[in-house]
């Protein structure tokens, strides 16, 4: 079971960033996906969610600027993320978990993937 994440990076204030995160050795289509972050220092949070059935939800602090989407013919979710800020600096990890909900629980998830660095200057 692998869960591989890319498209981290650095960026300046207000603009954009795609992740990815590329899943293998399970059957991607049954389960829910989340993109959790992790700041220095900080707790790591739920940014954002898609359940199998394609059923998202967002975090309030990201609201209207990421987008998480997932194409269960490529095992990819992404997670688009628009004007961005210095706060929104963090490891960013992509996970996986069966069910309908509890995505903001993290012992939920069965798989986790290694996470990017996204770095947002001012």
């Known amino acids: 079971v692998q869960l591989q994440a890319s498209g981290g990076g650095l960026v300046q204030a207000g603009g954009s960033l795609r992740l990815s995160c590329v899943a293998s050795?399970?059957?991607?289509?049954?389960?829910?996906m989340g993109w959790y972050r992790q700041a220095p220092g900080k707790q790591r949070e739920l940014v954002a969610s898609?359940?199998?059935?394609?059923?998202?939800n967002y975090a309030d602090f990201v609201k209207g600027r990421f987008t998480i989407s997932r194409d269960n013919a490529k095992n990819t979710v992404y997670l688009q993320m628009n004007s961005l800020s210095p706060e929104d600096t963090a490891v960013y990890y992509c996970?996986?978990?069966?069910?309908?909900?509890?995505?903001?629980?993290?012992?939920?998830?069965?798989?986790w993937g290694q996470g990017t660095q996204v770095t947002v200057s001012s």
């Open positions: 996970a996986a978990k069966m069910g309908f909900y509890g995505f903001g629980n993290r012992a939920q998830y069965a798989y």
């Open positions: 898609i359940s199998s059935a394609g059923s998202t």
């Open positions: 050795g399970f059957t991607f289509s049954s389960y829910g």
